[in-house]
């Protein structure tokens, strides 16, 4: 944990140790090292995850560019054509009344 700088839970108990200052700015990334991209770990006081970092070096932003419809965009995005979770909840429209539902045969009607 943290290349050994935190010490794991011990099983027979106790909790976790208390969190040390070194252990604190340990996820911040110092400068020392420089900056960089990579896994961030926090110390497990803080935090049972890890987060990634990404550094990109002189990256101009692009021009925006207006989302195209056509068809070899539109495979690419299958996730457009799902039903979202708020579909389901929508109220159903009424449908005109035509004719009754026809009746179903009894079981063993001839």
Known sequence: TLGGLSQPSPFAGGGMQTLQEDEYFTHFRATSKGKSSGIVYTPPQLSDHVAVSLLLH????AEPQACTRD???????????ARRITDFFASRKAAAPSEPPAKRRALGAG
């Open 71 to 81: 068809a070899a965009t539109q495979r690419c995005q299958p996730h457009r054509g």
């Open 58 to 61: 002189a990256c101009a932003p």
